[in-house]
């Protein structure tokens, strides 16, 4: 009788290993997946992820303005020709410009967490930000330097933005595959020893 109910729990964990997903699931995972993708979705990503690319870029801005004893004005995220190799304000500004860059690596984690949209996002990022700065100015930035700056934050964002992504779509695949398994294990386990203890009494 033993043996018996041991060939079953083998045979259970065996079919626990075969589980195929339900058509339900399989619809429930295409759903959310193209509503992952939906032009909606991907406009309010754009815009949150704008808003704190400016949003940390000024609060930077002020921050450095502050513990210099400087006047703090909006030129200093909105004017191309402030970003300069020729005075320690210019260099500031591109080391904020570029610190900003890493910050905003952990804002599209976050917020987009697809590897494969890092260059979308961070492409127009900068594509939006050189509409806003050239409106502000009032004229096409001409700055080899600030060129640089922002081809040297948008490598940053593509390069560090995909990488962290990744890891975040694989970290939520490995655990949530253990998981299932582990959870799948469990309930069989509990399952089995509940019906052996029914037979025994």
Request: aromatic share 14%; charged share 15%.
């Amino acid at each position: 009788m033993n043996n018996l109910r041991h060939a079953l729990s083998g045979l259970q964990r065996f079919q626990g290993y075969l589980k195929l997903p339900n058509l339900s699931e399989i619809t429930s995972q295409d759903s959310s997946s193209s509503s992952s993708s939906s032009p909606s979705k991907l406009t309010i990503q754009i815009i949150l992820l704008q808003c704190f690319y400016y949003i940390t870029a000024t609060v930077l801005s002020f921050s450095i303005a502050w513990i210099l004893g400087l006047d703090f004005n909006f030129g200093w995220v909105f004017n191309w020709d402030l970003v300069s190799l020729d005075n320690s304000l210019g260099l500031t500004i591109i080391g904020m410009w570029l610190f900003d860059s890493l910050l905003c690596v952990l804002f599209m984690t976050v917020i987009v967490g697809r590897s494969k949209l890092a260059w979308d996002f961070a492409i127009t990022i900068h594509a939006i930000n050189l509409v806003v700065v050239w409106i502000y100015s009032g004229e096409f930035p001409r700055s080899f330097v600030w060129w640089s700056v922002q081809v040297g934050s948008c490598l940053i964002l593509v390069s560090l933005g995909t990488w962290s992504t990744r890891w975040k779509e694989l970290r939520e695949t490995f655990f949530e595959g253990i998981v299932d398994v582990e959870m799948g294990h469990s309930g069989q386990r509990s399952a089995i020893e509940m019906r052996d203890v029914s037979e025994d009494h």
